[in-house]
């Protein structure tokens, strides 16, 4: 099945821009969606459909992806965007594929 | 407002059986899949299958079938995730999921608070 890589984690000093990438073979050709999880929380969506951002969340995430791999960039990091992250995306056996989650540290 | 109400915690023994449950509101229930994601204690996401409400149809991971069975009850807006004989390694926390998108762009709008299953002798 379909594999997504994280990195275990990423370290950024507040007010830097963090990048998180998900990498996978040809994910350039799928839709990412990417999560955030603070710490005894439900997961929330942040990024969908590669780039799009819902409701709510402010513009300082973003997301990319081209080849095989993907990214999240958070711009100015402040200490509340300190959580988990995990990119998703839909395999076509109907199956929901995580990545293995990356743990941002804010410095 | 879309939202997902999970069940409370639960503390069971090996062998007992449970079912947890997750209420939606907000939106037509009976049209969206509902997912179900373990996460154990420090660990990832882990799909564990999907469910559609409407009709039952369901798709499960493969490193979950014959585990857990998932059902809904439309008429009520609930879903439902139950074990018949549980071990400790399925002490975990549990979330349904709304899935949303079409084809090959899916992906999980709203999701539960979780529910949190201990199984301890």
């Known amino acids: 099945s379909y594999v997504l890589t994280q990195p275990p984690s990423v370290s950024v000093a507040p007010g830097q821009t963090a990048r998180i990438t998900c990498g996978g073979n040809d994910i350039g050709s799928k839709s990412v969606h990417w999560y955030q999880q603070k710490s005894g929380q439900a997961p929330v969506l942040v990024i969908y459909?590669?780039?799009d951002r819902p409701s709510g969340i402010p513009d300082q995430f973003s997301g990319s992806n081209s080849g095989n791999t993907a990214t999240l960039t958070i711009s100015r990091v402040e200490a509340g965007d300190e959580a988990d992250y995990y990119c998703q995306v839909w395999d076509v056996t109907r199956d929901v594929i995580f990545g293995g989650g990356t743990k941002l540290t804010v410095l | 407002e879309v939202l997902l109400v999970q069940s409370g915690a639960e503390v069971k023994k090996p062998g007992e059986s449970l079912k947890i449950s997750c209420k939606g509101s907000?939106?037509?229930?009976?049209?969206?899949?509902i997912a179900w994601v373990r996460q154990m204690s420090g660990k990832g996401l882990e799909w564990m299958g999907i469910i559609y409400p409407g009709d039952s149809d369901t798709t499960y991971s493969p490193s979950f079938q014959g585990q857990v069975t998932m059902s809904a009850d439309k008429s009520i807006s609930t879903a439902y995730l139950q074990w018949s004989s549980l071990k400790a390694s399925d002490s975990a926390i549990y979330y349904c999921?709304?899935?949303?998108?079409?084809?090959?762009?899916?992906?999980?709008?709203?999701w539960g608070q979780g529910t949190l299953v201990t199984v301890s002798s």
């Open positions: 999921a709304r899935l949303v998108g079409t084809g090959a762009k899916q992906w999980l709008s709203s």
């Open positions: 459909d590669d780039s």
């Open positions: 907000g939106y037509s229930f009976s049209t969206y899949w």
